[in-house]
């Protein structure tokens, strides 16, 4: 499944850290050096292969949609 749009991350345990990088807004280039030096996400390694837990992502990208809002 492609993850191009917020809620489908509701729907997958991991994703690409290229599709986290289109959903944050960073490159793809930027999210690898981050993700491998730990500074954003959470990343599930195996091997060289890297994956990003979806769960924590979603709330980090919906805490930050909601930090503009006043009630």
Do not use: H, W
């Not at 290229?18 to 490159?27: I, K």
């Amino acid at each position: 499944m492609k993850i191009s749009k917020l809620e489908d991350l509701q729907c997958v345990a991991t994703c690409s850290i290229e599709e986290a990088a289109n959903l944050v807004g960073l490159s793809r280039t930027k999210a690898y050096e981050m993700a491998k030096a730990g500074e954003i996400f959470e990343v599930i390694r195996n091997g060289k292969r890297m994956r990003i837990k979806s769960r924590p992502l979603y709330n980090y990208l919906m805490g930050s949609a909601l930090d503009g809002v006043t009630s």
